[in-house]
C-alpha cells in the first residue's frame, strides 16, 4: 500500500512540473511585451528596459522558467504588475477567504447532502424521495452564477436577510456557501442514495434484519458505513476543487478569494499573479486527488489487502 | 436496431425523448430567429430601456432598450454553437489521440497520456480562463478553447475502449488474416467506440455550453456587440435589482438546455452502452 502510494505521488509530482511548465509557456505565448502593456502609453523606452532587465525578462526563457520553479519552491512568486506587491503575499490573504467560503460550502454540500440522500433512498420512490432528488436535480443543473443572482436577488435584495456581497462578518458567507455548495450537495446525494440502495441489496443487510434489528440500526450502523466510502472520496475532490477558487461564486459576491484574484490577474494582464494563482489552484486539486485516492485504500480494507 | 426496437426504446426512455424536443425547439429557434421576432437585437430604443415584460417585449427589455425575447433567440445560436462546435472539434481530437495511444502503446501511449493528465489536473473554468488569455476572447476564441479544454477527457476515455477492444477476438481474428494495422484502428476498432463516442458528445455539449456562459459572465468570452446568454446575463448583472428579467431569462434557457442535453445524454447512455445493457 505504501508503495502504490509512493507511485501515485511521483506521478503528481511529474504531473504538477507538466503543469507549471505548460502555465509559464501559454503565457509567454501572448504577444508583446508584459511590462509595455503594463505601463500603457505612458512608456519610455529606457524605463521599459530598465524593468524588463530587473524583472529578468530579457533571459532566456529556460532560464526565465528555473527561475521561476525554483522561486516557486522556495514560495517566491514573484511580484504582481498591476498591484505591486508580492504574489505570496496576495495569495495568503485571498486564500484565507477561500478557505472560510469552501469550509461553510463543504458542511452545507455534506450535511445536505448526505441527508437528502440517505433520506430518498429509505423511501425509495415515494413522495420525499422525488422531492429530494428534484432539489439535488436543481442543484446539479442550474449554473452557479444562476443560483448565487437568485439567492442575492431574494434574500439579499428583496427579504434583507443577509448582505449581497463582501467578506467582512460570518454572515457575509452564507449565501455563498449555498451557491457554491449546492451543486456539490446534489452530487454527493445522487451518490448516497445510489451507493445506498445498492448496499441495502447485501447479504448483511438481511442478515442484520433478521436479527431483528430496527431498520434505523439497519441504515445507520450497518448500510452507511459501506456507503459513505466512494462518498468521502468524492467530498474530497470536492473540496479540493471549492480551495482551488470558486472563480464565478468569489466574482458574485465580491469575496477576495483566490478565485476572484485569478480574474483580477486576467483584466490586468498581470503574468506573475496569474501564473501564481492557476499554479496554486492546480496543486491544491492534484493533493486532492492524491488524498482522494489515497482515502480510498486507507478506508476500506478490502482495497488495503489487494494493495 | 429495427423500428420496433427503437419505439421501445423511446416508450422506456419517455424523459430523453421530451429532452431531445426540448433541444429540437431551442435549435429551431436559434434557426428561424428573424422569422419569429420583428424586432433586430441590436437596435438600441433608448425610450424603452429596462421595461419590464409585457404585450410589446414578452421578456422585456434590457439596458439599451433591446428586446429580450429577440437577443435571446440570436444569443442561442452563439451558445449552443458554442456547445456544438467546439464539442465536435475535441471529440475528432480526442478520438484520434486516444486511438492512437491506444493502439500504438509505448512511448506514443505514454506522452499523450501524460499530456492528458496535465491538462486533466486544471481546475476547468481556470484551464479555460487560461487558454482564453493566451489565444484571445471573441468567438474563434471561445470556440478553440472549449476545444482544448475538453479534449483531454475524451482521449482517456477512447483509449480505454480501444485497450477493451484491442484484445477481443474479432481483431484478433483480423490481424490473423494479414489485415493492416491502420484498417485494423479505423474499420474494426473505431466503429465499436462510436456508442460510446456519441455519450461522450451529448453529454460534452452541457459542459461546453456551460464553460462559454461562465467565461461570457466573467467578460473573457463572448464580446459584444455579438451576444450569448452568458454575455446576456453577464451585462444584466448590474441591472440586477431593477429589471431582474436581463438576467434570469438567458439563466433558465442555459438551465433547460444543460438539462435536456444531460437527460439526453443519460438516456442514449442506457441505450447504447453495451456494458450496462447486461446489468
Known sequence: MRQSFLRRLAESVVILIGVALLIFIMLRVVPGNPIEIMMGEHANQSTVDRMTAELGLDKPIYVQFFRYITGALRGDFGTSYSLGKPVSSLMRSAFGNTLKLSVSAAVFAWVIGILCGVLSAVRAGGPADHIFMGFSLMGVSMPVFMTAMVLQFFFGYYLHWLPISGSGSWRNFILPAIALGWNSAGAISRLTRSTLLDVLQEDYIETARAKGLTETTVVLFHALRNTMLPVVTMMAIQFSGMLSGAVITETVFSINGIGRLSVLAISGRDIPLLQGTVLFSTAVVILGNLISDSLYSVLDPRIRREA | ?279
Open chain 2, 1 to 279: 436496431m429495427n423500428r420496433d426496437k427503437l419505439l421501445q426504446l423511446m416508450r422506456e426512455n419517455k424523459v430523453a425523448v421530451l429532452s431531445a424536443l426540448v433541444i429540437l425547439l431551442f435549435v429551431l429557434a436559434a434557426v428561424f430567429a428573424p422569422f419569429l421576432t420583428p424586432y433586430d437585437p441590436k437596435e438600441m430604443d433608448i425610450l424603452h430601456r429596462l421595461s419590464g415584460p409585457d404585450a410589446a417585449h414578452l421578456l422585456g427589455t434590457d439596458e439599451g432598450g433591446r428586446d429580450i425575447l429577440t437577443r435571446m433567440l440570436y444569443g442561442a445560436r452563439v451558445s449552443l454553437l458554442a456547445g456544438v462546435l467546439p464539442t465536435l472539434m475535441s471529440m475528432l481530437l480526442g478520438t484520434a489521440l486516444g486511438l492512437l495511444s491506444g493502439f500504438a502503446g509505448g512511448v506514443v501511449d505514454e506522452i499523450i497520456m501524460r499530456i492528458a493528465d496535465v491538462m486533466l489536473a486544471f481546475p476547468s473554468t481556470l484551464l479555460a480562463m487560461l487558454i482564453v488569455y493566451t489565444i484571445g476572447g471573441g468567438l474563434t476564441g471561445v470556440f478553440l478553447t472549449l476545444a482544448l479544454v475538453n479534449w483531454a477527457g475524451v482521449a482517456r476515455v477512447v483509449r480505454a475502449e480501444t485497450l477493451r477492444l484491442r484484445g477481443s477476438v474479432f481483431v484478433t481474428a483480423a490481424r490473423s488474416i494479414g489485415v493492416p494495422q491502420t484498417r485494423i484502428a479505423l474499420r474494426h476498432i473505431l466503429p465499436g467506440c462510436i456508442p460510446t463516442m456519441i455519450v461522450l458528445f451529448t453529454l460534452g455539449v452541457p459542459s461546453a455550453i456551460l464553460t462559454e456562459s461562465s467565461l461570457s459572465f466573467l467578460g473573457l468570452g463572448i464580446q459584444p456587440p455579438a451576444t450569448s446568454w452568458g454575455l446576456m446575463i453577464n451585462q444584466g448583472r448590474q441591472y440586477l435589482y431593477t429589471a431582474p428579467w436581463c438576467s434570469f431569462a438567458p439563466c433558465v434557457a442555459i438551465m433547460l438546455i444543460v438539462l435536456a442535453f444531460n437527460f439526453l445524454g443519460d438516456g442514449l447512455r442506457d441505450a447504447l452502452d453495451p456494458h450496462l445493457e447486461s446489468k
